[in-house]
């Protein structure tokens, strides 16, 4: 015999820029530094250590719930920050 559950859990996917939003202007400021030119370029160009960079990073990477030894965490940093970018320009 089959049961059916008559109310089953929808889970949803929180939309990117909801994520986003999570971040201080600051980390955002970073992120986005860090995914243009690069970790230790991004330091010299914010006036920070490369260890500031770095934890920054690690604070961004644990708001956004990317896990942190997940490959790519940077570019999947990147890719919500681009996206959130292009739902602003379009509103």
């Known amino acids: 015999m089959i049961h059916e559950r008559p109310h ?17 202007e600051r980390e955002r400021v970073v992120l986005r530094e860090v995914c243009v030119y690069g970790g230790a370029e991004a330091a010299y160009r914010l006036c920070r250590s490369y260890d ?27 890719y919500l920050l681009g996206r959130d970018d292009e739902r602003r320009e379009r509103e």
């Open 8 to 24: 089953a859990r929808v889970v949803t996917m929180p939309h990117p820029g909801d994520r986003i939003a999570r971040l201080t």
């Open 52 to 78: 500031t960079v770095r934890n920054q990073l690690s604070s961004v990477y644990r708001k956004l719930g990317i896990a942190g030894g997940a490959p790519n965490k940077g570019s999947r940093a990147c």
